[in-house]
């Protein structure tokens, strides 16, 4: 998910930690895509609830602060 994507969703009404879930969820099953190989077994980590929710936040802030300007 994209920064677009989080905007338009947050502005539809979606709450930051309805996002947070949904970008966690699609992060994590793109992690376990390129873990599916051998060579790759290892690589990327998982992120936690928290960790998507601090992605969410930062990505709302931004858009919020650069359309006061």
């Known amino acids: 998910m994209n920064e677009k994507e989080i905007i338009q969703k947050w502005t ?3 709450s ?3 996002l947070a879930k949904i970008y ?5 099953q793109g992690i376990k895509i390129i873990r599916s190989t051998v060579r ?3 690589s990327g980590r998982f992120i936690t ?10 990505v709302i ?5 650069g359309e006061k300007k």
Not at 24 to 28: L, P, V
Not at 61 to 65: G, I, P, S
Request: charge should be positive; hydrophobic fraction near 25%.
């Open 49 to 58: 609830d928290y960790e998507a929710l601090a992605k969410v936040e930062q």
């Open 12 to 14: 539809s009404g979606l």
């Open 40 to 42: 790759h077994r290892h």
């Open 24 to 28: 966690k969820r699609q992060y994590n």
């Open 61 to 65: 802030y931004r858009y919020v602060k």
């Open 16 to 18: 930051k930690e309805m």
